[in-house]
């Protein structure tokens, strides 16, 4: 069963790229988007700091934004392709899903759904961190937070 709670988060400066899809492309492009910022790093001289990450907002009835990277341990100029972007600190809501990826849709939605219960105000920005890597996918984590407005 699926735990809930609220959480204070501090601001976190990332490197991203980004691109707009609908939900149903990202299993299929996120791989590639990690790819560009990680190709990025080799040569950049910053050094990243946490798990990868993957940004959610600007939703609309096309699709939505969807920005991946990771933490970086400082602020730098951004490319065509890879941005620095500092997401804020502040309130949101948690849950942190075990097991396949192909899960996390339905893990967001029980949070938005924890979150309308207790008529929670959303600002329209959802994320995933991710825990490590491993081949046993029921093993896999994934921290997913909703921005409280």
Sequence with gaps: MAEYEFVTLDAVTLALTEAFMKQSEIP????GMFDIVYGWLRQSGIQKTGHNYALYDQFSAHGMRMRVGFPVAQQFLGTTQVHCVELLGGKAAHTMHRGSYSGLPTA?????????????????????????WTDDESQLTTDIYIRLG
């Design 108 to 132: 967001h939605s029980k949070l938005r759904d924890w979150c309308t219960q207790r008529s929670l105000p959303l600002a329209g920005e959802s994320w995933e961190i991710y825990g490590d």
């Design 28 to 31: 299929t492009r996120i791989l």
